[in-house]
């Protein structure tokens, strides 16, 4: 899935924010309020809003049209930063998990559960989450154990070169018991 470049995150993310106080000022009376609703304002707002975030968000809602069903949040703030949790947490999990921190793990599941406490449905991002802490465990033991198996080449190479000279040094005994 790709989402946005890093260049760009910090901006889109802005203009988000923006956007979102913008859409605090229309009146939206539906009890079970989610952010479809938003999605058809900044379609109407196109111009004000990236293009780049209107995909992410549309390409969202495609994939997992029950996101947001359960989400509480009414304060314009709080939407705002809920989505921007999101939309960062996404972008995170799509970085490779050579570019992750264990801290940027731990700062993910953080989000999530910020974004799970707020009311969205993001079984699949939890998901995602843990297969890239699994890879990245396994980035971690691999590079442990090929740091083992280097030290024990290291070892085993020193070893080769030390009976290598010993037996030079009996091939130079033989050579001059053979010469007297």
Request: include cysteine; glycine fraction near 2%; charge should be negative.
């Amino acid at each position: 899935m790709g989402v946005l470049s890093s260049r760009s995150a910090s901006s889109t993310l802005s203009q988000l924010h923006c956007f979102v106080g913008m859409v605090s000022e229309v009146e939206i009376q539906k009890k079970e309020e989610t952010f479809y609703d938003l999605v058809a304002l900044m379609k109407i707002q196109e111009e004000r809003v990236s293009k780049v975030v209107v995909k992410l968000v549309n390409r969202i809602f495609e994939k997992h049209p029950d996101i947001a069903l359960q989400f509480r949040a009414k304060n314009q703030h709080l939407r705002t930063a809920c989505m921007t949790v999101l939309l960062s947490l996404i972008e995170t999990l799509c970085q490779s998990p050579q570019e992750l921190s264990s801290e940027d793990l731990v700062e993910a599941q953080n989000a999530l559960a910020h974004v799970k406490d707020a009311g969205f449905k993001v079984d699949w991002l939890e998901e995602k989450l843990e297969k890239v802490k699994g890879k990245k465990e396994e980035e971690q033991t691999g590079e442990a154990r090929m740091q083992e198996l280097e030290e024990e080449l290291k070892d085993l190479k020193q070893k080769c070169s030390e009976i290598e000279a010993s037996l030079e040094k009996e091939k130079a005994k033989v050579s001059a018991a053979r010469i007297i």
